[in-house]
């Protein structure tokens, strides 16, 4: 147990004394996590509340394929990302893999279901009679719209807490996209997995700890805004 006791005090003495190495894992996690979490709500919270909003054919399937795709593995949307940007692919020439972009294309993509699916189920669960009162009082398609949105923020802010929460500590897209290239695309999951293989528990327990922060305040957010969506 000596080694697991010092491993947290070397851990506390990296973050705290501002380890390059360290605090560059994080950085391009906070990069690649942003980018990708742009991409997913801007993406997502539309075709969310298309899904729970409108009603049309074929809705039940699609959101069976949706509710589907939220327990998609991370390593095999990394292979199908990486065969879209690989020399022979598709998108070969945009020069996306083994970058930050490249991870947050793949991170997007894990992250869209997650939005899609709780936005729906926050819109679906609104009032029926919110539109026709809204009608009644004078409202056009466009405020009867925003209504909407603003009696679901909550619910959306959630969906956006627990598509983070996802994202942030995903291993298999970061590793296959990113390539786990030192100074460059090593992010905090993947500094880790390597890190502990090659016995540097050190660094390997100051990420992990950055990530239990992450996970904790995602967890606050998340609980505080399930409340007041309750509400």
């Known amino acids: 147990m000596d080694f697991l006791l010092q491993g947290f005090l070397h851990g506390?003495?990296?973050?705290?004394?501002?380890?390059s190495e360290t605090y560059s894992a994080i950085w391009t996690t906070?990069?690649?996590?942003?980018?990708?979490?742009?991409?997913?709500?801007?993406?997502?919270?539309?075709?969310g509340f298309l899904l729970g909003y409108k009603i049309f054919p074929g809705k039940k399937i699609l959101r069976t394929i949706v509710d589907t795709l939220l327990s998609f593995p991370t390593?095999?949307?990394?292979?199908l990302v990486y065969a879209l940007l690989t020399r022979h692919g598709p998108l070969g020439g945009t020069g996306l893999l083994f970058s930050i972009p490249g991870i947050a294309m793949g991170q997007t993509i894990l992250g869209l279901p997650i939005i899609i699916a709780m936005t729906?189920?926050?819109?679906?669960?609104?009032?029926?009679?919110?539109?026709?009162?809204?009608?009644?009082?004078?409202?056009?398609?466009?405020?009867?719209?925003?209504?909407?949105?603003?009696?679901?923020?909550?619910?959306?802010?959630?969906?956006?807490?627990?598509?983070?929460g996802r994202i942030v500590s995903e291993v298999g897209i970061s590793m296959m996209v990113?390539?786990?290239?030192?100074?460059?695309?090593?992010t905090i999951t993947t500094a880790i997995a390597l890190e502990t293989g090659k016995g540097e528990f050190a660094m390997g327990i100051a990420l992990g700890m950055v990530l239990l922060a992450?996970?904790?305040?995602?967890?606050?957010?998340?609980?505080?805004?399930?409340?007041?969506?309750?509400?």
Request: proline fraction near 2%; hydrophobic fraction near 55%; charge should be positive.
């Open 178 to 186: 990113g390539g786990n290239i030192k100074w460059h695309t090593r």
């Open 30 to 47: 906070v990069g690649a996590s942003t980018l990708s979490m742009i991409g997913s709500l801007t993406i997502g919270i539309p075709l």
């Open 120 to 164: 729906a189920t926050a819109v679906e669960a609104l009032d029926k009679r919110l539109p026709m009162t809204l009608i009644t009082l004078g409202a056009n398609q466009r405020q009867i719209l925003w209504a909407t949105v603003l009696e679901a923020r909550y619910s959306i802010m959630l969906a956006a807490v627990a598509a983070y």
């Open 75 to 79: 390593v095999v949307i990394g292979l």
């Open 214 to 231: 992450v996970a904790l305040t995602v967890n606050i957010l998340a609980s505080g805004l399930k409340k007041k969506a309750i509400k």
């Open 12 to 19: 506390f003495v990296l973050l705290f004394t501002g380890n």
